[in-house]
């Protein structure tokens, strides 16, 4: 609670100086009624006074809150003291609520007619009475509206970005966006209830798009847009998305020479059809920007500087890495590994990967790797990481290793992996996928203590930032 009042004790002070103003208004226009007793003012002082409690547990409501119950207390006082004829606690309670429908009760006068002027404490229970039901029929009109508005609002600014397609880097993406203070619109077909009411409450707006209409383009205001962002969770999909937002860009005459377009693609057959796509456009002569982006080689290259891990070889004759779980990110290890340690003077690479390869998955690395060349120099073992010794298979190896890289879909058997290889090789340095200050992070300093070199790969979360994804960086084969 301390720490509470802590952060929040500039928003508390400005509270207590506008409460001690409307106090001192309060006693100036209520020293000539002789009707206002020190009790109401005893209990007015003492809600103004413990007030700041809601404030630090909650703002958005804040307001709210204040005026329901200063009506409460100065209208349920109101209706069982003013009274001219006595009445049950019940009733004052009925009459305090009618309130909120904005009706007085006549019980203030001896005929029951409405009167001209009510005492103060009646005028003020009625008016926030009346500002607490009013601003909620307006916050309720607003919210039903409030991604239309926003949506509005960002057109007519412009310099947004547009992000195509909804998951779990799209969603990281956008939040580190909002983050920067940049306006930005998803455009999406598919989208949770809970995850569009979040969106809107980090002032996202959003294009709910189904295959039916043809105006999500339009409605994104792509014409006024400052980037727009590919991602769908297949290639095919964001192939598909530029080739109709250029189509629509050529139907409708649009341009905008500062757009640029990034597209999402990391599967090696993707490269090909994306080259072909973009001769054509440049031939029709596109009036905006397109560049390629692969969320896994930028995870990739921002682990290899992060950890500076080509530092940490260049003194040695050669580099064994042994990539434990060898998809997507895997993959992008191994191609950004091959790119900058391959070229060393003094030091001869060796990559060796385990994983339960399929048929398909074999195709597709090497896909990836005929632009690489020197193929001897990565080894493929089909391996059951869960039932077989990874310490055996470690130890048998002719070349020693030199790095490990685990990346499986399982992040508990990740680190239960990343753990266990480290208190057999406490001399390898290990990098497994945790945040910085995270539980894992924890537990690994309590239970891997001393000299074992353990290293954080990263997360999407922390790589999937405008600075990342929105420059130019050094490549890895798989993007030249």
Not at 283 to 291: A, H, I, L, P, W
């Amino acid at each position: 609670m301390k720490e509470r009042f802590l952060r929040n004790r500039h928003l508390i002070l400005k509270y207590y100086l506008g409460a001690g103003i409307g106090l001192f208004l309060f006693w100036w226009f209520a020293r000539k009624e002789m009707n206002v007793d020190p009790v109401i003012l005893s209990l007015l002082v003492a809600y103004l006074s413990v007030f700041p409690i809601v404030l630090v547990h909650t703002r958005k409501y804040a307001i709210h809150i204040f005026l329901f119950l200063l009506t409460l207390i100065t209208g349920f006082y109101s209706f069982y003291h003013y009274s001219l004829a006595e009445h049950s606690i019940l009733n004052a309670l009925y009459f305090t609520f009618q309130l909120f429908l904005l009706m007085v009760a006549d019980v203030f006068s001896p005929d029951g007619s409405i009167l001209l002027q009510y005492p103060l404490i009646v005028e003020i229970a009625r008016w926030s009475a009346a500002l607490y039901t009013i601003s909620t029929v307006f916050i309720a009109m607003y919210r039903m509206l409030e991604n239309s508005i926003l949506l509005i609002v960002y057109q007519l600014i412009g310099h947004h970005t547009i992000v195509f397609g909804y998951n779990e880097h799209s969603l990281m993406l956008i939040e580190n966006l909002r983050k920067n203070k940049q306006r930005v619109i998803l455009v999406s077909s598919h989208l949770p209830q809970e995850i569009a009411s979040y969106l809107e409450s980090i002032r996202v707006a959003v294009v709910h798009h189904h295959d039916q209409e043809e105006n999500k383009y339009t409605k994104a205001a792509v014409g006024r847009a400052k980037r727009i962002v590919i991602l769908h969770q297949e290639d095919i999909d964001n192939l598909n998305e530029l080739l109709d937002f250029q189509n629509d860009f050529t139907t409708y005459r649009r341009r905008n020479p500062e757009l640029i377009v990034y597209i999402h693609l990391h599967e090696p057959q993707s490269r090909p059809i994306f080259a072909e796509l973009d001769k054509t456009f440049n031939r029709d002569g596109q009036s905006f920007k397109v560049e390629k982006i692969n969320v896994y080689q930028t995870f990739a290259q921002a682990l290899f500087e992060k950890q500076t891990i080509t530092k940490k070889v260049q003194a040695k004759d050669v580099a064994h890495f042994l990539i434990i779980g060898f998809g997507s990110i895997g993959q992008q290890i191994a191609l950004q590994a091959f790119s900058e340690l391959h070229n060393l003077d003094k030091t001869t690479l060796q990559i060796t990967t385990l994983d339960q390869f399929t048929t398909n998955a074999k195709q597709d690395w090497l896909s990836h790797l005929s632009n690489v060349g020197e193929p001897a120099s990565i080894t493929l073992q089909s391996f059951d990481i869960k039932n077989d010794s990874l310490e055996a298979f470690i130890r048998e190896q002719e070349l020693p290793v030199t790095g490990i890289f685990i990346c499986m879909d399982d992040d508990e058997l990740d680190l239960w992996a990343g753990i266990e290889l480290s208190n057999k090789f406490p001399q390898i340095p290990i990098y497994i996928e945790y945040s910085e200050g995270s539980f894992a992070e924890k537990w690994i300093q309590s239970e891997a203590s001393g000299n074992r070199l353990i290293y954080s790969l990263g997360t999407f979360q922390e790589i999937l930032t405008a600075e990342n994804l929105f420059k130019q960086k050094r490549g890895c084969p798989e993007s030249q």
